[in-house]
T-cell receptor, first 114, second 113 residues
Framework: KAGVTQTPRYLIKTRGQQVTLSCSPISGHRSVSWYQQTPGQGLQFLFE???????NKGNFPGRFSGRQFSNSRSEMNVSTLELGDSALYLC?????????????FGSGTQLSVL | SQKIEQNSEALNIQEGKTATLTCNYTNYSPAYLQWYRQDPGRGPVFLLL?????KEKRKERLKVTFDTTLKQSLFHITASQPADSATYLC????????????FGQGTTLQVKP
C-alpha cells in the first residue's frame, strides 16, 4: 500500500507569490490534515479535511487555505508569501482523525521563500 | 495558557542504556496522548497511543506511561541502539475527537555506540 505522497518535495518562491502544495492520502483514508513545521515553532496544525469539508482550522491567517477533492486528495494554497512562511509543510492522513486514529505523515514539502 | 512541553531538546545516551523522554502538559485534559518519531527530512512516524484510562503501554522495546494527575507522559526506549537516534514528538488532541493534534517541540535522542 502506498504511503502519503506530497508534491513537490522542494519549492523556492519569492515574497508576494502564491504556492499550491498537493497531498495524496493513503488509499481509503478520508481525513487529511496539514501541519507547518519550523525550527522555532515546531509542528503547528493548519487545517483538517474530512469528506471534502474543512472540519477544523488552526490559528493561521486567511492567506493559508486548502481544499479536499472527492478522491480525498488535498491541496493547500498560500497566497502573498512572506519570508516567515518558509517551512516544512506536512500532510497527514487517517481513516478519521477525529476518532483517535493515528496519523500517517508524508515526507513534506520544503518551502523556501526568498 | 495551554502548553505541551518535552523535557529537553537533546538527550545523549550510550548504546544499551534506557532512554527516558518526558512530555508535560498544562491546561489540557486529553483523552489520549501519542508519540511519534521523526528522522531528518522525513515526516513523523506514529509509534504509540495511550489513552487516559491506561497507565502503561508497551511495544517491543518501547514503553509509554500516562499520568493524568501529574499531567505527564514518559516514553522509554530500553536497550537503546544507534538506529534509535531521532527526534521524538509527543502529541495530544486538546478537545478530544477533533482531529487537531498539538505537538511538543520534540526531544532529539542521540545514541552513541
Amino acid at each position: 500500500k502506498a504511503g502519503v505522497t506530497q508534491t513537490p518535495r522542494y519549492l523556492i518562491k519569492t515574497r508576494g507569490q502564491q504556492v499550491t502544495l498537493s497531498c495524496s492520502p493513503i488509499s481509503g483514508h478520508r481525513s487529511v490534515s496539514w501541519y507547518q513545521q519550523t525550527p522555532g515553532q515546531g509542528l503547528q496544525f493548519l487545517f483538517e479535511y474530512f469528506s471534502e469539508t474543512q472540519r477544523n482550522k488552526g490559528n493561521f491567517p486567511g492567506r493559508f487555505s486548502g481544499r479536499q477533492f472527492s478522491n480525498s486528495r488535498s491541496e493547500m494554497n498560500v497566497s502573498t508569501l512572506e519570508l516567515g512562511d518558509s517551512a516544512l509543510y506536512l500532510c497527514a492522513s487517517s481513516w478519521d482523525s477525529a476518532t483517535n486514529e493515528k496519523l500517517f505523515f508524508g515526507s513534506g514539502t520544503q518551502l523556501s521563500v526568498l | 495558557s495551554q502548553k505541551i512541553e518535552q523535557n529537553s531538546e537533546a538527550l545523549n545516551i550510550q548504546e544499551g542504556k534506557t532512554a527516558t523522554l518526558t512530555c508535560n502538559y498544562t491546561n489540557y485534559s486529553p483523552a489520549y496522548l501519542q508519540w511519534y518519531r521523526q528522522d531528518p527530512g522525513r515526516g513523523p512516524v506514529f509509534l504509540l497511543l495511550i489513552r487516559e484510562n491506561e497507565k502503561e503501554k508497551r511495544k517491543e522495546r518501547l514503553k509509554v506511561t500516562f499520568d493524568t494527575t501529574l499531567k505527564q507522559s514518559l516514553f522509554h526506549i530500553t536497550a537503546s541502539q544507534p538506529a534509535d537516534s531521532a527526534t521524538y514528538l509527543c502529541a495530544l488532541d486538546p478537545s478530544s475527537n477533533t482531529g487537531k493534534l498539538i505537538f511538543g517541540q520534540g526531544t532529539t535522542l542521540q545514541v552513541k555506540p
